[in-house]
């Protein structure tokens, strides 16, 4: 027998009837996000992978009961279970704590669910999509009349989306031979994975003993290639993964025009220096790439996703134009109506940009610079803390905020004991990376709210796990 209409409403999220049927379920969220908390009592549950697993079994399974628990039993257990980045220990990866205005803005985006394939499906989302876009395009290329972002899910996709652009336009300047990318062994694997998904040729890496492209080794191997008609895309990175370094980017662009060559950034984690007066210096030369990466769920305290891939005009994008007729029929375009297929590789697609366009209206360029300032000083106190101690030894400096240290004298295995000690413990979240001089922990701070206290603890409970 069918549902009657009103019961069904109250199911819904949209529609007059949704924001009743949701209020009393975000209590219910918000309960069980403050008692998982409470719970933990730390980044983690302790224990190590079996004994969570062991819990959340307890409470999920059957997962697919003949008999539904209703709502707010269902919320509240499973909700209560997950875990939460913004625990001031949790640092090990570039996966930010989202601010309160922009989750909230996700919600109105999970509500209404609106698909950006078509203007009819999303009319006042694809107009904020093209004005946010816009607006963080013109931070990255200032100087341009016509600079245009597309909305990714992240910096990998933003970087495929890059290599993809290269490849059509050295087709479209009639280049026969494919294109060449060439990348320092410090760029993010997903410059990779994107060549062996567009059939391209695997990229040349260039080593990076110091952590950085070295000008000196890129055009030795540029000058090396063969010149025109093979087209050759070089990628830099403002912010790798393992160390937070940015490559020298104006050397870079140097570099690349001398040698006919297309540059492309991937500053998924640095692009939000821009935002700060103070910081954005760090990335001069930015502005001279074709392609710009940018990740907005790193240093912008987004909930995924939240990426973008910027251009210093419209026209770069021109490649990804494609028609369907149920979506974009051309008399329909014609008449008048915006053409949304071309904004992504994907079809359905959610208003991402809405929760960056909230969070941008709401705290202003200058609001977002502080948190980043917020951050990086952080970063900055913590290498201080680190570089006190006799029992532990400090990388470097960090050039944004990720920070890399480890016990003094400590072997690979050894570093990776604390790291897992502390997993298994759910006292800390540290990362690992791999350098010449060896394995370190990583420690990437991503929280703006970040106390002295909570630096000095991190610390001692590296020493205090230590052997």
């Not at 093209?130 to 990714?152: E, G, I, K």
């Not at 500053?267 to 760090?282: E, N, V």
Request: aromatic share 2%.
């Amino acid at each position: 027998m069918p549902v009657p209409a009103s019961a069904t409403a109250r199911l819904l999220a949209g529609g007059i009837e949704g924001p009743r049927a949701l209020r009393p379920m975000l209590d219910t969220v918000l309960d069980a996000l403050a008692t998982g908390a409470a719970d933990r009592g730390g980044p983690l549950p302790p224990g190590g992978p079996r004994a969570v697993a062991r819990r959340v079994r307890a409470v999920a399974e059957p997962v697919l009961p003949t008999v539904g628990t209703g709502a707010h039993q269902a919320l509240h257990t499973l909700v209560r279970a997950l875990s939460d980045p913004a625990e001031p220990h949790c640092t090990a990866h570039l996966h930010c704590p989202p601010l309160a205005v922009a989750a909230a803005a996700d919600l109105a985006a999970s509500a209404l669910n609106p698909s950006l394939d078509s203007w009819d499906q999303a009319p006042a989302a694809g107009e904020l999509e093209t004005l946010t876009c816009r607006a963080l395009a013109r931070l990255v290329h200032p100087h341009r009349p016509d600079p245009d972002a597309l909305a990714t899910t992240g910096g990998t996709e933003a970087n495929q989306l890059a290599l993809l652009l290269a490849r059509e336009a050295a087709r479209t300047a009639g280049a026969t031979a494919p294109l060449r990318i060439v990348c320092g062994a410090n760029a993010h694997h997903s410059v990779h994975r994107a060549a062996w998904l567009l059939n391209l040729p695997a990229p040349l890496t260039i080593p990076t003993p110091s952590g950085v492209l070295d000008p000196a080794r890129l055009h030795d191997t540029l000058a090396e290639l063969p010149g025109p008609p093979h087209p050759v895309l070089v990628v830099a990175t403002a912010g790798t993964t393992d160390t937070g370094a940015i490559d020298p980017l104006t050397r870079i662009a140097d570099l690349c025009d001398r040698h006919a060559a297309t540059l492309h950034i991937d500053a998924a984690y640095g692009g939000p220096l821009l935002f700060s007066d103070t910081l954005r210096t760090r990335l001069h030369g930015l502005d001279r790439a074709r392609t710009t990466a940018l990740d907005l769920h790193k240093l912008g305290w987004q909930p995924a996703a939240a990426g973008l891939l910027a251009v210093p005009d419209s026209a770069v994008l021109a490649p990804l134009a494609h028609r369907a007729d149920y979506l974009n029929a051309h008399d329909d375009t014609a008449a008048g109506l915006p053409d949304l297929l071309g904004r992504s590789l994907r079809t359905t697609r959610r208003p991402d940009i809405l929760k960056i366009a909230v969070t941008l209206r709401a705290l202003g360029r200058r609001g977002l610079g502080d948190l980043v300032e917020r951050a990086c000083a952080a970063a900055q106190h913590l290498a201080d803390l680190i570089d006190s101690r006799p029992g532990l030894d400090l990388y470097a400096r960090p050039a944004i905020s990720t920070v890399l240290f480890r016990p003094a004298g400590a072997d690979p295995a050894a570093v990776a004991a604390v790291r897992r000690r502390l997993l298994r413990e759910g006292r800390a979240v540290l990362g690992r990376a791999t350098t010449c001089e060896g394995l370190w922990l990583k420690a990437t701070v991503l929280n703006p709210h970040t106390q002295t206290s909570d630096l000095r603890a991190l610390v001692a409970l590296v020493e205090g796990s230590t052997p």
